[in-house]
């Protein structure tokens, strides 16, 4: 068979976390409007369907990476989240190299199109979010990416919003891939443990609802899960209990809301999802801790895990 791994790069909120979840057909990574969303990288799992054009008998399978946005960092957490993008580029067979149709090509794109020139790893430029630009910024961008971003192998308009144009994307990768074993045995669509998407969803419903400098300084772990198997007339429950810590005194209050609406609201938005991605009932537990300056101290950030 063929298969491989691809990353998706670019700067923040250019879409490759909803791209991700278009291509694999289900939420693995969360999402927002606030820049510096995604953390870590976060692997789908694309199996190419039986007959698809261009796919051999035995099938494809694309590992695809998404990664933290590259961006000119101004905390140690920030470096730390950049090289977590940066050392996937020569580490994969296909890069696609996310732009934003509705914001101009700028320095950020020229700086990782110079990082991409370094490596040489196959690169296929996706122009994402045309359910918001006009035919002429279509163009534009194209033009603008093929003559100032570098040579690509591929260059693909899509929308990650609606999936119109990720089949080409799709064919475009599937047709660069290595002959290569089946990296996930089928059904499996990520690698994440559920108590790490556990603590995004809900820190994705925090993003959400918080505002200004807040996003960067929250960060959500879940330190405990019990799976209770069901009993009697009681369903199986999955129990788990989350930290979410904040970097200030004045932000915790944020956090915590009126009479602890904010959290509330959030605890009840995230636990909602995982029930339904993971088809059990889910108990959802909520603490919050100040971690005064997390984003900054290197002993904070290794014992958080980045
Ligand atoms: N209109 C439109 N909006 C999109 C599209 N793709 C993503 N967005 C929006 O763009 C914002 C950023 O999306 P994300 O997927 O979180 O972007 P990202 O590149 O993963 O961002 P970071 O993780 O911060 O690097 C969100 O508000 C998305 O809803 C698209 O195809 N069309
Ligand atoms: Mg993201």
Redesign the pocket.
């Given at each position: 068979m063929k298969s491989g791994i691809a990353t998706l790069v670019?700067r923040?909120?250019?879409?490759?976390?909803?791209l991700l979840n278009q291509l694999v057909g289900t939420k693995v990574s969360i999402?927002?409007?606030r820049?510096?969303?995604?953390r870590n990288q976060v692997r789908g799992v694309w199996n190419a369907p039986p007959g698809a054009r261009g796919v051999p008998e035995d099938g494809a399978q694309v590992v695809f990476i998404d990664t933290?946005?590259i961006h000119k960092p101004k905390t140690e957490l920030g470096r730390r989240l950049n090289q977590r993008s940066i050392e996937t580029l020569d580490a994969v067979d296909v890069v696609c190299f996310l732009i934003d149709a509705t914001a101009d090509i700028g320095a950020g794109d020229r700086y990782i199109a110079g990082l991409l020139a370094d490596v040489g790893t196959p690169a296929v430029l996706v122009l994402?979010?045309t359910?918001?630009a006009g035919p002429n910024d279509i163009l534009e961008h194209l033009a603008g990416a093929a003559g100032t971003l570098g040579d690509f192998a591929a260059y693909v308009p899509l929308?990650?919003?609606t999936g119109e144009g990720s089949e080409a994307l799709l064919g475009e990768i599937t047709g660069r891939l290595p002959d290569g074993p089946l990296y996930y045995p089928d059904g499996v669509v990520t690698d994440q443990p559920d108590t790490f998407l556990a603590a995004e969803l809900l820190r994705e419903k925090l993003l959400a609802m918080a505002r200004e400098e807040l996003p960067h300084s929250l960060a959500v772990t879940v330190e405990e899960i019990e799976d209770r198997p069901a009993v009697g007339d009681k369903d199986a429950l999955l129990v788990l209990r989350a930290v979410v810590r904040v970097e200030r005194d004045s932000q915790k209050g944020i956090v915590i809301g009126k009479g602890g609406a904010v959290i509330k609201e959030a605890g009840t938005a995230a636990r909602l999802e995982l029930e339904a991605l993971l088809g059990t009932r889910v108990h959802l537990e909520t603490h919050v801790k100040v971690e005064k300056d997390w984003q900054r101290r290197p002993d904070a950030l290794d014992r958080l895990g980045f």
């Open positions: 670019g923040p909120n250019v879409g490759k976390s909803t999402v927002s409007d820049p510096q969303t995604t933290p946005g994402n979010k359910d918001a929308s990650a919003r």
